[in-house]
T-cell receptor, first 112, second 116 residues
Framework: GEDVEQSLFLSVREGDSSVINCTYT??????LYWYKQEPGAGLQLLTY?????DMKQDQRLTVLLNKKDKHLSLRIADTQTGDSAIYFC????????????FGAGTILRVKS | EPEVTQTPSHQVTQMGQEVILRCVPI?????FYWYRQILGQKVEFLVS????????KSEIFDDQFSVERPDGSNFTLKIRSTKLEDSAMYFC??????????????FGNGTRLTVT
């Protein structure tokens, strides 16, 4: 199937770390992506990871990839109120070379 | 930083009317896409476009939909006869190269289409 699964909602306190999880479907996906959507705005590319990597760090963001379990996570260190948004995990389906398939998104709420 | 721009930000139309959603992709990008997001649902792929023709399209992209690159900068999505269920946020995206080669999609802010 094409379902990329994500938990629906995550609430954290300002300053804590947030971990958003995703399970994807295609073990041959070459790249996996994280996008952020703020209210009323478009999809902002946050980061992405190539499938031959286990981890990628970019400032406060850490992406972990477990290919065996087809599990992707996004860790946001020192979460700020400005990080409140919907976070989408996305994979490329091998069958469709240029088609990005999105999860339903995780709503991150940061409490001050 | 260059960005994908979409106009209008909100379009209201009556059922049965034609609408054209407009996009200006990032200038050196070669691949163009339309996605849509019905309220509360997933972001869904509609169509990809390269070298002046459709590369792939989804089941959603039926005969009511068409895309065009009328000039060197614009990329449009036309819905011929809108239905209530076409109400959604429509996102345009572009990429420099193929996704499978590590070229990520860059999205516009979307056009909210409301069909009444």
């Amino acid at each position: 199937g094409e379902d990329v699964e994500q938990s629906l909602f995550l609430s954290v306190r300002e300053g804590d770390s947030s971990v958003i999880n995703c399970t994807y479907t295609d073990s041959s996906s070459t790249y996996l992506y994280w996008y952020k959507q703020e209210p009323g705005a478009g999809l902002q590319l946050l980061t992405y990871i190539f499938s031959n990597m286990d981890m990628k760090q970019d400032q406060r963001l850490t992406v972990l990839l477990n290919k065996k379990d087809k599990h992707l996570s996004l860790r946001i260190a020192d979460t700020q109120t400005g990080d409140s948004a919907i976070y989408f995990c996305a994979e490329i389906l091998r069958e469709y070379g240029n088609k990005l398939v999105f999860g339903a998104g995780t709503i991150l709420r940061v409490k001050s | 930083e260059p960005e994908v721009t979409q106009t209008p930000s909100h379009q209201v139309t009556q059922m049965g009317q034609e609408v054209i959603l407009r996009c200006v992709p990032i200038s050196n990008h070669l691949y163009f896409y339309w996605y849509r997001q019905i309220l509360g649902q997933k972001v869904e792929f509609l169509v990809s476009f390269y070298n002046n023709e459709i590369s792939e399209k989804s089941e959603i992209f039926d005969d009511q939909f068409s895309v065009e690159r009328p000039d060197g900068s614009n990329f449009t999505l036309k819905i011929r006869s809108t239905k209530l269920e076409d109400s959604a946020m429509y996102f345009c995206a572009s990429s420099e190269g193929q996704l499978t080669n590590g070229s990520p999609l860059h999205f516009g802010n979307g056009t909210r289409l409301t069909v009444t």
